[in-house]
């Protein structure tokens, strides 16, 4: 219950924060005009300031109520953060980013295969090698035979 | 509406939507969508969302009509695989084929896996079946309606759309409708139209063209489910054996349990699907909960009562059909899913509303027409075939993960072959799986930011025609009585959270 509580106050409070900051920016980046000639900024600076209420009532329920539940009313229990799986699938997709522009796309899906291995036990480095063969046969046919788009398979920057 | 005229037209307008779905092009991607939405609703842990939105960049790359024909059949195609998880693993393949399970896989655990995974794919098409004729026959009408509405009424029916839509999800209400003003608040960035000036884009040139919805429905749903499910997800052990053409047959004492289940729950399922917010989870529900009332016995159920499995899948491929009635007609999706479909026809620059079916009628019947051709495919899928994906269900999960990550990627990148798009997926699915962890859900974001501009632009219009004056929005009747009902959903879950809240002080109270 505990982490119920503490749950929905860094969601109020993200919340609160971010209808503020896009309210914020509204009222003195873009001009707000009148009702009948509304500039650029009304309507975003009253979807901030809705945003800016809702979340300071999720963040004001969740700091009276004795457990935050209550506020919640979830029906998924909170679940564990899987701090493995979020670094590992981020740090592949980087690494596919980056060798995907400077060396083209078929280092870039070895690139990601075996840095997405890291995810699972059951990867070793030759299923990841032959995981990353069959895509890179599969993303020939589709992107490259079918939709015909002018990928670059592989490229040398320097 | 009997009038022969009303049939004339409406076989006019197979004809002409017949002629444009069978074409080689058409065809062909409709039966890709209805493939790979049955094998990626077969898999557990991946929801229709998550399959949509993993094919979503391949239909930047197709002419607008091929590309919806595509994303309808992954869309109502996950929800014919879904059951086949349910039915043999116990574990739904997508949300609305929960119920199924209930009925499903005591049936399966009987040795009637086969029966019941024949059973529910015909009760699927049946339902689909009238889910396509109500669209057919109601479209052009509400579409007719429709045309006399004013910005006024549209913005009251995206505002009840919005509300509708984020009360109807479980979990809260406060945080389901501010994450709605979130995704509006997204949908903002970019260019404004009226005047031309650049709003929150901080500098930088491609933030000029707004947030793309490909990146938002990738990150948010594809990859912040991945990361949550790659290592708490265990597929389950399917038990092939048993599963062949000839166990499929029914005996005469099933066939006689169809019709009247299908019945009611394509019935149920129409409507639901019809309404904002609701949806095939809802109906299939409904639909479960009728079978046990009207059954003579209802103590079967849980047990293995093929009613159980045919109502609920008739209900929720109804519902999945229906639900293109007001996203077509309206330009009002229901769903997030049916948001992702008109943000497709956005992108290739077509503005879904009354119009779309007097100005596109060769794409409006052509959709209509592939939804027939897709279902008899997916009959096909999911009798003579369907040992593959039972097969399918066994791939460890493992193998799978890197291989839709990979897709994600390729996906995105292929749209410009630009490392900002992929950034910008990189970002949203930490925000996402942040989202996911605070239990802030990302559906409601997803329809706000597909609705918000649209609806800045009814608002702005409805106060210029004003002069200001806000009274022009409860003026005319038809929005003023969805005004009201917007004030009447948000005063019921005010009330009933308020209720709920005093039940659980006092609980607690009790437990002190």
Not at chain 1, 64 to 75: F, I, T
Not at chain 2, 31 to 36: E, K, S, Y
Not at chain 2, 90 to 115: E, F, H, I
Not at chain 2, 445 to 452: A, P
Request: some cysteine.
């Amino acid at each position: 219950m505990q982490q119920h509580r503490i749950k929905d106050r860094i969601a109020g409070a993200s919340l609160l924060l971010a209808g503020t900051g896009f309210a914020g920016y509204a009222a003195s980046q873009l001009s707000l005009g009148s009702f009948a000639a509304m500039g650029p900024g009304m309507f975003p600076f009253l979807i901030g300031a809705i945003l800016a209420l809702l979340g300071g009532a999720v963040l004001t329920l969740a700091l009276l109520d004795g457990n935050g539940e209550r506020v919640a009313d979830d029906v998924m229990p909170p679940e564990p953060i899987e701090w493995r799986s979020l670094v590992v699938v981020i740090a592949a997709m980087t690494a596919f980013t980056l060798v995907i522009t400077w060396f083209g796309m078929l280092p870039a899906i070895f690139a990601l295969c075996l840095v997405a291995a890291r995810a699972s036990d059951k990867l070793t480095v030759p299923v990841t090698l032959a995981v990353a063969v069959g895509l890179s046969v599969a993303a020939w046919l589709i992107f490259i035979e079918v939709l015909g788009l002018n990928f670059r398979i592989l490229a040398w920057p320097f | 509406m009997e009038s022969p005229a009303f049939l004339i037209d409406l076989f006019a307008n197979a004809a002409l939507g017949l002629n444009h779905a069978l074409s080689i092009e058409n065809l062909l991607y409709c039966a890709l969508g209805v493939t790979l939405g049955t094998f990626l609703g077969a898999l557990p842990g991946i929801g229709v969302l998550v399959a949509m939105s993993l094919l979503f960049p391949i239909t930047f790359h197709l002419e607008p009509t091929a590309a919806i024909i595509m994303l309808g059949g992954i869309y109502y195609g996950t929800a014919y695989g879904g059951s086949i998880a349910s039915i043999l693993l116990n574990v739904p393949g997508t949300p609305a084929n929960s119920v199924t399970c209930l009925d499903g896989y005591p049936m399966a655990k009987q040795g009637r896996a086969a029966v019941a995974l024949s059973m529910t794919a015909v009760s699927s098409f049946i339902g689909a079946s009238i889910g396509i004729i109500l669209m057919m026959m109601f479209s052009p009408l509400i579409a007719d309606y429709a045309l006399e509405f004013g910005p006024a009424e549209y913005f009251a029916l995206m505002l009840i759309g919005l509300l509708a839509a984020s009360t109807m999800s479980h979990g809260s209400m406060l945080k389901s409708i501010a994450m709605v003003c979130v995704g509006i608040a997204l949908g903002l960035v970019g260019t404004d139209l009226n005047t031309g000036q650049h709003r929150y884009t901080f500098g930088l040139i491609e933030l000029r063209d707004g947030l793309s919805l490909l990146a938002i429905a990738m990150g948010v749903f594809g990859v912040a489910e991945l990361i949550a499910s790659i290592r708490t997800f265990q597929p389950g052990e399917v038990n092939r054996r048993g599963i062949t053409l000839r166990a499929m047959i029914p005996t005469r004492d099933d066939v006689s349990r169809l019709w009247m289940p299908s019945l009611r729950g394509a019935g149920i399922g129409s409507f639901f699907g019809a309404l904002p917010g609701t949806g095939g989870l809802i109906a299939s529900f409904m639909s479960y909960a009728v079978e046990r009332r009207v059954a003579k016995d209802p103590s079967r159920f849980g047990k293995g009562a093929i009613e159980g499995i045919i109502g609920p899948e008739a209900a929720n491929n109804a519902a999945d059909q229906t639900a293109f009635i007001p996203t077509l007609t309206l330009g009002i999706p229901g769903s997030p899913a049916l948001a992702l479909i008109l943000g497709v026809l956005l992108i290739h620059g077509i503005n879904p509303g009354p119009t779309l079916v007097s100005e596109r009628p060769e794409m409006f019947w052509g959709l209509v027409m592939s939804f027939w051709i897709g279902n008899v495919l997916l009959l096909i899928l999911n009798i003579p075939m369907i040992g593959i994906w039972v097969r399918l269900l066994s791939v460890p999960y493992h193998l799978l993960y890197p291989a839709i990550l990979f897709f994600v990627c390729i996906g995105v990148y292929s749209v410009n072959l630009a490392a900002y798009d992929i950034w910008m997926v990189i970002a949203f699915s930490l925000a996402g799986y942040a989202m996911r962890l605070l239990g802030l859900p990302a559906a409601p974001l997803v329809l706000g930011f597909v609705l918000g501009p649209m609806m800045e632009i009814q608002f702005r219009r409805t106060l210029i025609f004003s002069g200001g004056d806000f009274t022009a929005f409860v003026d005319r009747p038809i929005s003023a009585t969805m005004l009201g009902l917007c004030a009447l959903i948000l005063l019921w879950t005010v009330v009933s959270s308020m209720r709920r809240r005093r039940r659980t002080l006092l609980a607690s109270g009790g437990d002190e």
